[in-house]
């Protein structure tokens, strides 16, 4: 037989229960309580009708027939006395006792001769009324009434003034008190019902009414709990519940995909037009993805700018790749907030069960790897691949390391040279910054720099890599060394709008003035908001700071942009110059850019330079400075300070030829340059 769970009592019936239990208790207390007074009462009465009774008899003669025996004459005159008060109902039974205790008088004949010890008459011979419950009878009642004990009161009796002869005993029935005692109780039920009745009414509806209000808010405390306040779309925890059931319930051969998505430089639009209208585009674009997916599909806002899609059926990858489409589609259509039409773009990473892993976490880490791969790459979307693990979960924890790293000083700075062609003289070093990590040994820049940049330690990573480079600028200085320093800045510290009181203040604590400090800029992060780029740049360069824009060539920098913005060197980036010897169209848009530059005002520098052919072609073509391994690896400072002076010995600060060496002119050592780099 099947045992079904009792069901547990509901909120009301448990409070009704813990209401109705303590007043069912007050209202027992209360009868008892009656019954006490009523049954008090009855035995003050009783003692007063049995003295009255006594006083009406002739208590003289009552204490000379308790004294003396008991004549015929005496006890028919008791008898007449007696006959009236009994017959009445009020009295059932009568007796006269001498102090002895032996009955001498009783209405009921069969009790004379009987010798009592009972207490109360003990009390009643010492001169002080008694009364109480008398045992009950031996006989069998007749009546439920007779069945009572009923109430015996014991009145001293006197012949004179003196001690009392003897004590009367009056025997009263019960039933009219326990008439009486019923009656009210009947009664004080009657009203402490009726009371409770009426309570219990106005109190189960207040319990039902609370509740339900109760079930209401647990169940929107629920539904709060799993939604995002802002979108109403599944929040991350109700994401992971779905993904799981989907991965739970998904057949042998099936397949599901999660799809990461962030939304590109969403933060430039907090920061310029307010977290009100950011909070707008977000729930714009919930609304917008909603759509793109079909029935049994979810999309969950898992906090910020991110949002994730789970599809639990998927028949190929081709089919999700195409749902990333849709999705890019629908975010096409401009934006409108704060009075602004806005385009949105978003890098959406792509992870498919069993393929990238079988379990939600995994998919999650394996989506979010191809996203960041997909924004490094502009690619709008990407599928996980192996060989995009420079944004693994390992790469990720690094970020949340940094804190700690640079507090330590773990963050160090690299040197390597550059030099002027036309001279050999070195006029600057580039830095970059390595991290000496107590587990996993010296890690590059490329391991933990691109996974930063996309948080917000880039802007400590960057403030520390400057006053780090300044600093060894101005131990330089007073080395005797006349060095200056740049800095590379990433598009989110480029237009942060406070960046340039930071440096001046910067500035003004390590002592270095600002014709030492040259900040170096890639096109992409001018193009991503040239007006606010150039505010920055501006302020930079009227405090007296130099500006380069790092690999030329490879983004998208316009003639207007080099002509308006307050730059004064470019970059040639290596991908050019390492592949002039192999392809001479390398070399042509080498010298394309060198003579650029120089028709605008400027001067170029080409990095990447290994052999010294290259060198030589560099120097034909007229750039004006090299920087690469043909005249060093990145060095620590006590190395770099080594090999500038090896190579001032050596050469003169003049970099040789292989067929001659020491041909060319011995230059003196002109100001040195250093290139610091975060990245």
């Not at 509740?211 to 209401?216: H, V």
């Not at 259509?333 to 978003?346: M, N, R």
């Not at 600057?428 to 917000?456: K, M, N, S």
């Amino acid at each position: 037989m099947n045992l079904r769970r009792l069901r547990e009592p509901s909120f009301t019936v448990k409070v009704g229960m813990m209401t109705l239990v303590p007043l069912i208790l007050l209202a027992v207390v209360l009868g008892k309580s009656l019954g006490d007074g009523i049954r008090a009462r009855a035995l003050d009465n009783a003692e007063g009708q049995a003295a009255l009774i006594a006083r009406t008899t002739d208590e003289g003669r009552l204490g000379r027939a308790a004294d003396g025996a008991t004549s015929p004459v005496v006890r028919r005159r008791l008898d007449r006395a007696f006959r009236r008060t009994i017959a009445t109902g009020e009295v059932s039974g009568v007796q006269l006792l001498n102090r002895r205790g032996r009955v001498v008088y009783a209405s009921d004949p069969a009790l004379e001769g009987s010798v009592s010890r009972a207490p109360r008459l003990l009390g009643a011979l010492k001169g002080e009324p008694a009364s109480g419950t008398a045992p009950a009878p031996e006989k069998p009642a007749k009546h439920a009434s007779e069945a009572a004990e009923p109430i015996e009161v014991y009145t001293p009796v006197r012949t004179g003034s003196g001690a009392p002869a003897g004590a009367l005993r009056v025997e009263i029935p019960a039933a009219p008190v326990e008439a009486a005692i019923s009656s009210e109780g009947r009664r004080l039920y009657a009203i402490l019902f009726a009371g409770l009745a009426l309570l219990c009414l106005g109190l189960l509806r207040t319990v039902k009414a609370a509740s339900s209000r109760l079930r209401d808010q647990a169940a929107e405390n629920e539904h709060q709990a799993q939604r995002d306040a802002l979108t109403g779309l599944p929040n991350r925890a109700l994401f992971n519940r779905l993904l799981d059931q989907a991965l739970a319930s998904c057949p042998r051969n099936g397949q599901v995909a999660v799809l990461l998505m962030d939304l590109d430089r969403f933060k430039e639009i907090n920061d310029t037009l307010g977290h009100y209208n950011g909070d707008l585009v977000l729930e714009r674009v919930g609304e917008r993805l909603r759509t793109v997916l079909r029935e049994g599909d979810s999309v969950a806002r898992l906090g910020g700018d991110e949002f994730a899609m789970l599809l639990p059926e998927v028949s190929a990858s081709e089919s999700v790749v195409n749902t990333a489409a849709r999705v890019h589609r629908a975010l096409e259509e401009p934006f409108t907030a704060g009075g602004l039409t806005l385009k949105i773009e978003a890098s959406i990473g792509i992870a498919l069960y069993p393929e990238h892993g079988e379990k939600g976490g995994t998919l999650l880490r394996s989506a979010d790897v191809a996203m960041y791969a997909a924004k490094k790459a502009h690619t709008g979307h990407a599928v996980y691949a192996p060989d995009q693990q420079q944004y693994s979960p390992a790469r990720l924890g690094l970020v949340g390391q940094l804190p700690r790293a640079i507090e330590q000083g773990e963050l160090v700075l690299h040197y390597q040279p550059k030099a002027r062609f036309s001279t050999g003289a070195i006029e600057g070093v580039e830095a970059l910054v390595r991290w000496d990590h107590p587990q996993r040994g010296l890690l590059l820049p490329d391991e933990f720099i691109p996974v930063t940049e996309h948080t917000q330690m880039i802007r400590p990573l960057t403030i520390h890599v400057l006053e780090t480079a300044l600093a060894q600028v101005r131990a330089w200085e007073k080395m005797g060394l006349d060095l200056s320093v740049a800095v590379n800045l990433s598009t989110q510290i480029l237009l942060d709008l406070c960046l340039p009181d930071e440096i001046e203040q910067m500035l003004s604590r390590v002592g270095a003035p600002p014709e030492k400090l040259v900040v170096e800029i890639t096109e992409s992060a001018i193009v991503y908001d040239p007006r606010r780029a150039q505010t920055v740049l501006q302020s930079l360069h009227d405090m007296g700071l130099r500006i380069m824009i790092d690999d030329f060539g490879t983004g998208y920098s316009s003639l207007v942009s080099l002509k308006q913005l307050p730059v004064s060197a470019i970059k040639i980036d290596r991908s050019f110059v390492m592949g002039m010897e192999a392809d001479e169209s390398d070399a042509a848009l080498v010298k394309s850019t060198a003579q650029l530059g120089h028709n605008l005002g400027l001067e170029v520098v080409a990095e990447g330079v290994e052999t010294p052919a290259v060198w030589n072609r560099l120097e034909e073509l007229g750039c004006d400075f090299a920087q690469g391994y043909y005249l060093s690896k990145p060095l620590a400072d006590e190395q770099f300070l080594r090999w500038l002076t090896a190579y001032r010995e050596m050469f003169g600060g003049v970099v040789p030829t292989v067929a001659d060496p020491l041909a060319r002119p011995r230059p003196r050592l002109a100001g040195v340059g250093v290139r610091a780099s975060a990245a």
